[in-house]
């Protein structure tokens, strides 16, 4: 199976930068997505990551190392509309290239 | 505008009843998808469709069925086997090829009276 790990909750300052982290274990790696989700609408994609390093989207970006099963969304210059919850999801040949979400990281932006 | 639909957007089911919610695309995807969202907590997969009359169960299919007679539908039913039904469900969409996101819709809320 995959286990995808996400801290819970982050708090940031309108302005500043905040760092969400991801971690992920499985057999068959074949992508991982970021997305955004509003409370109580649909997530909405963000990025897309399958080889090593940095992708930059204006002011958010989404990092890949796949040694260490790792990837982190950044996001920059904060601004109170960005406060919603954040989801790290993989895809898995092994698994029939299914979807497997992390539990989502909530940003809470503050004036 | 192209596009996933789902409705309703709220529903509520008496105990023992099946309830069935709609999910329409004209993306023209080949991939429909279904997922069950409880509170505070990440998407879990229903079920998934890769193409036309044919579907797959994802990690938590029990007291749940779908069908694919066209393209461009995909509906989930929650049967009166699923025991805690109450949660929003999310269908979802893609074209099925690598790299290629998911599009979901904007949810159904079930509830049960």
């Known amino acids: 199976g995959q286990n995808i790990d996400q801290p819970t909750e982050m708090t940031a300052t309108e302005g500043a930068i905040v760092q969400i982290n991801c971690t992920y274990q499985?057999?068959?790696?074949?992508?991982l997505f970021w997305y955004q989700q509003h409370a109580g609408e649909a997530p909405t994609f963000l990025s897309y990551?399958?080889?090593?390093g940095l992708e930059e989207k204006g002011r958010f970006s989404s990092f890949l190392s796949r040694s260490k099963g790792y990837s982190y969304l950044l996001l920059k210059e904060l601004q109170m509309k960005d406060s919603a919850s954040y989801l790290c999801a993989v895809r898995d040949q092994a698994a029939g290239n299914k979807l497997t979400f992390g539990g989502g990281t909530r940003v809470l932006v503050k004036p | 505008d192209g596009g996933i639909t789902q409705s309703p957007k709220y529903l509520f089911r008496k105990e023992g009843q099946n309830v069935t919610l709609s999910c329409e695309q004209n993306l023209n995807h080949d991939a429909m998808y279904w997922y069950r969202q409880d509170p505070g907590q990440g998407l879990r997969l229903i079920y998934y469709s890769q193409i036309v009359n044919d579907f797959q169960k994802g990690d938590i299919a029990e007291g749940y069925s779908v069908s694919r007679e066209k393209k461009e539908s995909f509906p989930l039913t929650v049967t009166s086997a699923q025991k805690n039904p109450t949660a929003f469900y999310l269908c979802a969409s893609s074209i099925g090829e690598r790299g290629q996101p998911q599009h979901f819709g904007d949810g159904t809320r079930l509830s049960i009276l």
């Open positions: 499985t057999s068959g790696f074949n992508g």
């Open positions: 990551n399958v080889l090593d």
